[in-house]
């Protein structure tokens, strides 16, 4: 845990007027190897978010023979290092540097040792800097502290995973990050092409840290601004907006970076009540959060209304992320937890209760809000491992064809069609009767698992029909071949079957050439 300080103390980070210091601070990390895939191999994890500190899991008497042991030790496992160690690895001005930049201080507890006063990590080719989450010991005896209330948390959480893992980040145009903390999202907006990327914080906490990871990486097109939510962007809009919003459930809010109100949702139906105002048409919206199902109003339904007289005007993805019924997450911290905690939980659960919650989404919300004469879409699923941005825009662009099915059908109709290489098929069976095999094949369910999770019922006899489609012919030719065999009844329409058919394109089941890539 970090140590307590108050709100407004004076910032460990500087910012010098010029970029020297950042300059040299880059050549410093790029030529000793600071990089991701260094990392998780000096501390045998797969990837960062796997990365756990050494006094938790990777103690013992680990020598400091090298550079990255010393900034890995320093930036990372947040633990002292003897100022000759980082002397004789690093060079006899690299403390100087670290320390003009705020980075480093001496060590309380070791008149010859240093301690670092922040985290600093290479991730999705950047290098970024957020505050520790162990304090620096003041003496032996001294408590591990509360984190602050305006902490600038780690982009290293499994729920910042999850936002970076669709992020639109490849988009030109003006890009805004709401929420901002480290400035992950602008700063990776910045690289991946947008003309001018914004990260808006309400703290100047992390304000100052999102400047600081700009000009440590280098990003002349990303800036950083302190206010909230919308306030700072009056009359502005953008080609891309993201936000990662505080969305845990509070009714005594403590921490600004997690507190997201009493049902976790008031920050982000602030940001989305506010949206038509700031995202260009074409524009894209991406956030992760929490939304809940209310009484019959699913999560998806409730996104949509969020957007009040502008809700036709956007399409929707919503991807879920992971599902959690109410009365069973509260039943169990009710049952296991201490007296004070089983009392917050049975008051949330009753608070939820009145609001008529039955299920919370942890959940990323995708909207485009597409400027024509037609109502928005909305495509739900659940997302896997292999969902990424390009699955996204994939998604937008088939659900947009699909609104007109009429069209769409004859686009499938007329494309080389093939079964997805990752389809998994499951039958369910029945006892045979007289005359058949034991057991005989009923009902077969096909799931994939890119570019989403779709899971879809199918007889074993469509199951079989799917499997002969390789890509080589298109819909039409197939259904001409499978009449002449007898296996399609010959009166069967061809565009209603390629109207049926069209959907499991939308599901992944099949791949279109018509929409692949």
């Known amino acids: 845990m970090l140590e307590t300080k108050p709100p407004h103390d004076t910032f460990s980070l500087q910012l010098p007027p010029d970029d020297a210091h950042f300059i040299a601070l880059r050549d410093l990390l790029t030529t000793h190897g600071y990089t991701e895939a260094a ?14 500190l050494r006094q938790h899991a990777r103690s013992g008497a680990v020598p400091i023979d090298r550079p990255l042991d010393v900034l890995v030790r320093l ?14 690895f690093l ?33 999705v080719a950047l290098w970024i800097v957020s505050d520790r989450t162990i304090a620096i010991r003041s003496s032996t005896s001294a408590p591990a502290g509360k984190l602050r209330e305006d902490a600038v948390y780690p982009a290293l959480t499994a729920s910042v995973r999850v936002f970076l893992s669709t992020l639109p980040f490849t988009l030109s145009g003006d890009y805004l990050e709401l929420c901002s903390g480290t400035g992950i999202a602008a700063l990776m907006g910045a690289a991946g092409g947008a003309s001018q990327a914004l990260a808006v914080d309400i703290t100047e906490r992390s304000t100052r840290f999102a400047q600081f990871n700009a000009r440590l990486n280098g990003l002349q097109n990303m800036t950083a601004v302190c206010g909230d939510l919308w306030e700072p962007v009056r009359g502005r809009t953008f080609n891309t907006i993201v936000a990662h919003p505080p969305y845990v459930p509070s009714a005594q809010p403590e921490y600004i970076y997690r507190d997201g109100g009493e049902d976790g949702e008031q920050i982000t139906r602030a940001i989305i009540a506010g949206l038509h105002e700031h995202l260009a048409i074409g524009g894209v919206f991406h956030c992760t959060c929490i939304v809940s199902s209310r009484a019959g109003e699913p999560a998806p339904q409730r996104v949509r209304a969020m ?13 879920r992320n992971g599902s959690t019924r109410i009365t069973e997450h509260f039943s169990k911290q009710i049952m296991s937890a201490d007296a004070a905690t089983s009392a917050l939980a049975t008051a949330q659960l009753k608070r939820f209760g009145e609001l008529a919650i039955e299920s919370v989404d942890f959940c990323t919300i995708v909207l485009r809000r597409h400027g024509k004469e037609r ?78 999770v779709s899971v879809v019922d199918v007889g074993t006899g469509d199951a079989m029909m799917l499997s002969r489609f390789d890509g080589t012919h298109t819909l039409q030719e197939h259904i001409v071949a499978l009449k002449s065999e007898g296996l399609l009844p010959a009166d ?25 890539g």
């Open 39 to 52: 990392v998780c191999a000096h501390a045998g994890c797969e990837t960062l978010y796997d990365f756990t």
């Open 75 to 88: 930036f990372m496992d947040s633990e002292a290092v003897e100022n000759q160690h980082i002397d004789r």
């Open 91 to 123: 060079g006899s001005e690299a403390r100087t540097l670290f320390s003009s930049l705020g980075l480093l201080q001496a060590d309380p507890l070791n008149a010859n040792a240093s301690v670092a006063t922040v985290l600093l990590y290479p991730t």
């Open 307 to 319: 957007l009040g007289e502008h809700a036709n005007a956007y399409d929707l993805i919503f991807l």
């Open 375 to 452: 109502r928005g879409f909305t495509f739900s699923s659940e997302r896997s491992a292999h969902t990424d941005w390009p699955a996204v825009a994939w998604a937008l662009r088939v659900g947009e064809a699909a609104t007109d099915t009429k069209q769409f059908a004859a686009a499938v109709f007329n494309s080389r069609v093939r079964l997805s290489p990752g389809a998994r098929l499951d039958l369910s069976y029945r006892v045979g009767g007289a005359g058949e095999e034991p057991w005989v094949a009923e009902r077969g369910r096909i799931q994939v698992d890119a570019p989403f």
């Open 492 to 516: 069967v329409n061809d565009h209603d079957f390629a109207h049926s058919f069209a959907p499991l394109v939308l599901d992944g089941i099949v791949i279109s050439d018509a929409f692949s």
